[in-house]
């Protein structure tokens, strides 16, 4: 059996002696996450009732494959091997929104309500993980390393926003009729 990439270049939790070892921290958990959400996004699009929302999601798997390219880079130019730590609460939290996006009915825009409910959640833990990492990346004076991490962050806003609009526009109210 072939290990999945999330097993791959998986680091044991190392000690954190100062600042850059928390940013390697952090980056090596992000990395993790994003694979982590490429993959269960591909899930979640399987559950979604409104071609809109469909088409949210794609755009940002999209975006998502931009971002792994990202964090790569940003391990070479801060001169570090690219590794991942699995992420545990956040795969958690997305588990659990999971069995409640399934207890909802098939079909129904109630279920898109609470995907977008789930896909917002984790947009909102990146955002705060991508400002930190971009500041800290300013303080230890890896100033290409902030600049990718700061395109990532307003991706993540940017998505954060398509999210609420799909849903102030095209779902909340239908799904309160149904
Ligand atoms: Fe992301």
Known sequence: MSASPLDLNVSNNAEIKGLPDFLVHQ?????????FLRRQMSEIRSYVTSARLRMGIENHM????????RLEEVFLVINEPVQMQPNVGL???VQDAMKTIKATKLGSMVRDVCIINCLQKVEHYEIASYGTLKTL??????????DLLEQTLNEEKNADAIFS?????????????E
Do not use: S
């Open 62 to 69: 999209k975006e998502i494959d931009k971002q792994i390219w």
């Open 137 to 146: 990346a300013i303080v230890l004076g890896h100033p290409q390393a902030a």
């Open 165 to 177: 609009t799909i849903a102030e526009v095209f779902i909340n109210e239908q799904a309160a009729g």
């Open 91 to 93: 795969k958690a939290l």
């Open 27 to 35: 980056l090596k958990d992000i990395l993790w996450t994003e694979k």
